[in-house]
């Protein structure tokens, strides 16, 4: 990459000065500014706005935390666990790698093999008090399973704060009504994920 | 100039290089340290060539050349890169990769997997290959799980069952795309749960069934040590990790350096044997004054070297003394080969078991007692096509694949049937005349009766050894407590100075030779105030149950074991002991070291030891396979002022006689903690025994043999012959100042 423009420290052509008057330098000229700053009356002028405006009843502010905002999909507050829509099953298949790429170590997992022989979650913490929510884990997941929500009220009176599995995990009413929010934050299937495939030959 | 003749030069890349006589050209790039890539390549067996990776261009020749099993010729010019070997190497891992599973994200292998690393290496970015994907079901065999759909049917399980472990237990079923692994001439896996298969699979087909899904490769934090079941010395690999989410470090799995070692069930499936415990200080200062007070300590052999040392540190400064059996007894019978070689220790190793032609073992049912002296014997038996001959009152259905000759003598005759092969093989030696007057005094006609053993076994014998030139004799652990077993040691010293074999002493226990050098043990009496340590006694430190108190088991301590190959092996702390320890015991009776292994450099040279400290002690095989582990004991070379005794009338063993032998996979106290071996506790006898003893299969029996009477369940055992019935002792200890094999009383316990 040509590195020149950054390097360029000629700055006369595209840079202006802004006018600001000149500094007082004795205090007859501070004690002038004073006074000019006292009496000018522009606090009239915010607090007639809101006057007016709490005359029109036209109020922008939300009742929090009454009222909410909606949160952007790809917010990143407390983690979710998905499910599949095919068949409800829970989607972490518990490869570990959230864990081993988790840089505040707030993850932790333990597996186990189930009675089908197929790998199972049998415990699984995320600390909050650790977690900086920086995303990674969403992003490595290959199942798109760990996926962070919007839930962002997770203060606690305590430092360590931990979520297990069943508390992070999409409940089964809120499957059977569709409701399950995909996350659309970095791991997320892009639009053009389809044109991007290269597919098996499947000669048979 | 023989050795020029036996050289072969020529060029890999370029570069020159020399080959001995019979190695491959994939060998010689190696010891170069010339990269050709493998899929189905293990140092230890003959190549498998089954994955046609290691391909390379020869010059002069079309097509491409099987590094691995061609040995090259003088002045050929080897090119291992090239654009035509690139895509074939690449090929080759398309088609590996059809239909594999993309399970990465569960399988165990994932992250150590050499088919995710070829995979990547040569850069597999689309595939072109396809094949209609059959159904494989996942087969259980007990502590081994096997996927056929991840298997890449590289061979390397069955070639090391066969080659290196003796097993012989699987087998590929070939047909095409459909071929699978499956257990060789039977329904389900019958071996002996070594787990070496697991160990070489290098993709996640063959797992262990207790390791399965519970933590990935990069997860587990690896200790190199020792195994601590037998005196093999096996190098390992302890791994741990956290268990579960909130719990202390636990010990996962075990792995060896499989390219160059083996290591058997025991050590891999038998790991959890550690002990836990808090700082009692009320059981300590008890401990503290009752070692004061003692009039002996008494111990067991599971110890490391710097413990025994403190140990008799401890009774020089007490005036007090040392009981152990196991070692004193062994330490009796290398005093008395020492005064006819005039060596303290045999010549004899693991590798010149493996490297022999020759081999004769007598005194140890080998399989079960020690399995590295099995799986060398193996090696030599498959690699040398060595001759191996089984002298033991008991034929062992495990050795059927390995030993050429069953010399299946009389029990308590070991002293004739030693005195009958020395006659033999030292006929020609150039004897001292006293020493001829042994063998001229010897009364052939009665031992060969007595022993049951005929002229024409031992002539056999000669005739099978007729041609080879590295012999080995193996003396096991059962001629330890014999009544001769001293002159036993005379006869074996002489035929190892008179002839070309080396020889072999079999410990039993993990550091009965490492105990036998440092202590001065004393006959053990059966008197009160003993301190046991790991042993019986009135106060009883022991890292097993039943201790007054808990002290850390040898996967929680740094020290030194010595090995069967006279070697001083390093272990290491693979989980943390909280408790107390014998350093702390001596230092509260005023014998100060600040850690353990500050006795290392200690152990005395009058035995070999060197003074090397702890810390400077290596635990590792190189990437060639030398041996890096701690080092040799020096010669120590001793008074030859021993005389052989002449071979009196030799003890009949008549009736029912049991034989203490563990199953396979147990040892000790230790491996009957373990979880996942398998726990055989009964008197297994074959339908002639039983019917001897009127007793039938499923029986509750009450043995009687010295002084002790135990109950066990008998099961008939169709592999077994004759009327000698195998005791387990892992479970329930024996006297270890009594032969073996013992004269007992079988009664039936009436059902109720």
């Known amino acids: 990459m040509n590195t020149q423009a950054f390097n360029d420290r000629n700055v006369n052509d595209s840079y202006y000065m802004v006018d600001i008057e000149e500094y007082p330098t004795d205090g007859w000229g501070r004690f002038k500014r004073v006074i000019k700053r006292t009496f000018r009356g522009e606090l009239f002028v915010g607090l007639w706005v809101v006057l007016r405006e709490m005359l029109k009843f036209n109020i922008h502010t939300i009742q929090y935390p009454l009222e909410k905002m909606p949160i952007g999909p790809r917010y990143r507050a407390v983690h979710e666990m998905k499910r599949l829509w095919e068949s409800d099953a829970e989607r972490c298949i518990g490869c570990g790698l959230c864990e081993k790429i988790c840089i505040s170590n707030c993850i932790k997992m333990d597996t186990k093999i189930d009675e089908n022989s197929r790998k199972e979650v049998s415990e699984y913490t995320i600390n909050l008090g650790r977690c900086i929510f920086c995303g990674y884990c969403a992003e490595v997941c290959p199942e798109l399973a760990i996926t962070h929500g919007g839930e962002y009220e997770n203060g606690s009176e305590q430092r360590e704060h931990y979520i297990d599995y069943n508390g992070m995990l999409t409940p089964l009413e809120m499957m059977t009504q569709g409701k399950q929010q995909e996350f659309e934050g970095f791991g997320a299937i892009t639009p053009h994920e389809d044109a991007r495939m290269k597919k098996t030959p499947l000669a048979y | ?752």
Not at chain 2, 265 to 276: C, I, P, Q, T, V
Not at chain 2, 347 to 367: M, P, W
Not at chain 2, 568 to 586: C, R
Request: hydrophobic share 40%.
């Open chain 2, 1 to 752: 100039m023989s050795m020029m003749e036996n050289i072969i030069n020529f060029t890999i890349n370029g570069q020159n290089v020399e080959a001995k006589k019979g190695e491959t050209i994939l060998q010689v790039a190696r010891k170069n340290d010339i990269y050709i890539p493998t899929m189905c390549y293990i140092s230890k067996t003959t190549p498998c060539a089954s994955c046609r990776l290691c391909s390379v261009e020869a010059e002069g020749l079309d097509g491409f050349v099987l590094s691995c099993n061609t040995p090259p010729t003088e002045g050929v010019a080897i090119n291992t890169n090239s654009n035509d070997l690139e895509r074939e190497r690449t090929n080759i891992m398309k088609l590996y990769d059809v239909n594999h599973p993309l399970e990465c994200g569960v399988c165990d292998k994932s992250g150590e997997c050499d088919l995710q690393n070829k995979t990547l290496e040569f850069n597999v970015e689309q595939q072109n290959f396809s094949a209609k994907d059959l159904s494989r079901p996942i087969e259980h065999w007990g502590l081994i799980n096997y996927d056929p759909a991840l298997c890449i049917l590289c061979e390397k399980c069955v070639h090391v069952c066969n080659e290196s472990i003796g097993d012989d237990a699987i087998d590929i079923k070939f047909g095409g795309y459909s071929s699978v692994i499956i257990p060789k001439n039977s329904d389900k896996l019958d071996c002996t749960f070594c787990g070496e298969c697991i160990a070489v699979c290098p993709v996640g087909a063959l797992v262990s069934s207790n390791f399965q899904y519970t933590a990935n490769a990069w997860e587990l934090e690896r200790i190199p040590s020792t195994c601590a079941h037998c005196s093999g010395g096996c190098s390992l690999e302890y791994e741990t990790r956290d268990e579960g989410i909130f719990g202390d470090k636990e010990i996962y799995r075990v792995k060896n350096n499989f390219e160059y070692t083996n290591l058997c069930g025991a050590g891999r499936f038998g790991f959890d044997f550690n002990n836990k415990a808090t700082k009692d200080e009320a059981a300590f200062s008890k401990a503290v004054s009752a070692i004061k007070e003692a009039k002996a300590i008494r111990f067991s052999s599971m110890i490391t070297n710097e413990e025994a040392y403190i140990l008799g540190e401890l009774q020089e400064k007490f005036g007090m003394k040392l009981f152990n059996e196991d070692a004193r007894l062994f330490a009796s019978f290398m005093k008395a080969y020492s005064t006819v070689s005039g060596k303290k220790h045999h010549s004899g190793s693991l590798d010149a078991i493996k490297q022999a032609d020759a081999a004769i073992i007598i005194g140890s049912r080998v399989a079960t007692d020690n399995p590295a002296v099995r799986y060398a014997l193996t090696t030599a038996s498959r690699h040398n096509g060595a001759k191996i001959i089984y002298a033991h009152p008991m034929e062992d259905a495990l050795m059927q694949n390995t030993v050429t000759q069953n010399m299946k003598h009389e029990v308590g005759t070991e002293e004739g049937v030693i005195a009958l092969l020395a006659n033999a093989i030292l006929k020609d030696a150039d004897l001292e005349t006293q020493e001829r007057a042994f063998f001229d005094d010897l009364d052939l006609g009665y031992l060969g009766a007595e022993c049951n053993i005929g002229e024409e076994e031992i002539a056999q014998m000669m005739l099978s050894f007729k041609r080879a030139q590295n012999k080995v004799l193996i003396i096991g652990a059962d001629i330890m407590a014999h009544a001769k077993a001293k002159n036993i040691a005379k006869i074996a010293a002489i035929i190892e100075k008179y002839s070309a074999f080396s020889l072999v002493v079999i410990p039993s226990e993990v550091n009965t030779l490492g105990v036998s050098l440092i202590n001065k043990l004393d006959i053990d009496e059966d008197i009160i105030d003993v301190v046991g340590y790991n042993a019986k006694g009135n106060f009883v430190l022991s890292s097993l149950e039943f201790a007054n108190l808990s002290i850390p088991s040898l996967n929680q301590q740094e020290g030194t074991f010595v090995s069967i190959d006279n070697q001083v092996l390093p272990t290491n702390v693979a989980l943390d002991f909280k408790g107390y320890t014998l350093n702390d015991i001596a230092l509260s009776c005023g014998i100060k070291h600040k850690n353990t292994i500050d006795c290392t450099k200690m152990l005395g040279s009058q035995s070999g030891f060197k003074e090397i400290e702890f810390d400077a002690l290596e635990n590792f095989l190189t990437s060639h396979g030398d041996d890096k582990r701690g080092y040799i004991l020096d010669e120590v070379n001793c008074k030859m002022n021993g005389k052989l005794e002449a071979v009196d009338t030799l003890p009949e063993f008549n009736g029912t006689v049991i034989y203490h032998s563990n199953p396979v996979l147990q040892f000790n106290a230790y491996t009957n903690t373990t979880k996942q071996l398998e726990r055989d506790t009964s008197l297994r006898g074959s339908a002639q025994f039983a019917q001897a003893a009127k007793i039938s299969d499923g029986d509750t029996v009450e043995i009687s043999f010295g002084a002790q009477v135990i109950q066990r369940k008998f099961k008939l055992d169709a592999d077994l012959k004759g009327t000698i019935a195998l005791n387990p002792t892992f479970d329930i200890p024996v006297d270890l100042r009594r032969y073996k094999f013992e004269k007992s009383k079988i009664v039936r316990m009436t059902n109720e």
